[in-house]
C-alpha cells in the first residue's frame, strides 16, 4: 500500500522568500512522485513528478524537488515566492506506470507582501 | 494544446436523484480516472478504466457508482441516489499508455447534494 503525509495545512511566506512545501511517502516499490497545484476553483496542474531519473527534478513556474530514498521525502521547494504562488499543493504517488494517485492532504500556501 | 474536459462545471442535485458527470479525454488516451475531492479534503482515488473495463476501484466507488465509455470520446461517472454525502468535486483524468505518468486532470465537476 501506498500513502503520502504532507506536513502542515497551512504554510506563510513572505513574497520573495523561500519556500518548502513536505512531503514523505510510504510505498512497497520504487515510487513515482508528483506535485500537483491546485488554483481556487480550478483542477489540477502537475508542477512536476519524478520517475527514477535524476533525483532533483525541476517543474514549472521555478518549482523543485528532490527525491530522498533515505528520507522517503520529496519536498517541494522554490527559492523566491511570488504572489501567484498562493494556491494549494498536492504530493502524491503511485506505484508504476498508468496507475492511480494516492494524494496527501495537501498544503495551502500562502503568501504574503 | 489537448485538455480533459468535464461538464457541467456545476450541478446540484436533490437526494436521492442519479446525476451523470461526464468526460471528454484527451483523444489518444487510453487510462481514464476518476476522483474525487470532498471539500477540504484530499483528493481520493475513486475508479480506474482501460480497454472497456474497471482496472481497479476503491472502497468508494460501490454499487451506487457505474462507469461507462459509450462511445470513442466520453468516459461517465453515474452516481445513482445520490446521498448528501455524494457532495464533492469530481475530477476526470487520463494517461496516454502504460508506459506513462502523468495524468491530465480536467477542471472538475462539483457536485451539491441538496
Known amino acids: 500500500a501506498q500513502s503520502v503525509t504532507q506536513l502542515g495545512s497551512h504554510v506563510s511566506v513572505s513574497e520573495g522568500a523561500l519556500v518548502l512545501l513536505r512531503c514523505n511517502y510510504s510505498?512497497?516499490?520504487?515510487?513515482?512522485l508528483f506535485w500537483y497545484v491546485q488554483y481556487p476553483n480550478q483542477g489540477l496542474q502537475l508542477l512536476l513528478k519524478y520517475t527514477s531519473a535524476a533525483t532533483l527534478v525541476k517543474g514549472i513556474n521555478g518549482f523543485e524537488a528532490e527525491f530522498k530514498k533515505s528520507e522517503t521525502s520529496f519536498h517541494l521547494t522554490k527559492p523566491s515566492a511570488h504572489m501567484s504562488d498562493a494556491a494549494e499543493y498536492f504530493c502524491?504517488?503511485?506505484?508504476?506506470?498508468?496507475?492511480?494517485?494516492?494524494f496527501g492532504t495537501g498544503t495551502r500556501l500562502q503568501v504574503t507582501l | 494544446e489537448p485538455e480533459v474536459t468535464q461538464t457541467p462545471s456545476h450541478q446540484v442535485t436533490q437526494m436521492g436523484q442519479e446525476v451523470i458527470l461526464r468526460c471528454v479525454p484527451i483523444s489518444n488516451h487510453l487510462y481514464f480516472y476518476w476522483y474525487r475531492q470532498i471539500l477540504g479534503q484530499k483528493v481520493e482515488f475513486l475508479v480506474s478504466f482501460y480497454n472497456n473495463e474497471i482496472s481497479e476501484k476503491s472502497e468508494i466507488f460501490d454499487d451506487q457508482f457505474s462507469v461507462e465509455r459509450p462511445d470513442g470520446s466520453n468516459f461517465t461517472l453515474k452516481i445513482r441516489s445520490t446521498k448528501l454525502e455524494d457532495s464533492a468535486m469530481y475530477f476526470c483524468a487520463s494517461i496516454m499508455t502504460d508506459s506513462d505518468t502523468e495524468a491530465f486532470f480536467g477542471q472538475g465537476t462539483r457536485l451539491t447534494v441538496v
Open positions: 510505498s512497497s516499490v520504487p515510487p513515482y
Open positions: 502524491a504517488v503511485s506505484e508504476s506506470t498508468a496507475s492511480k494517485l494516492t
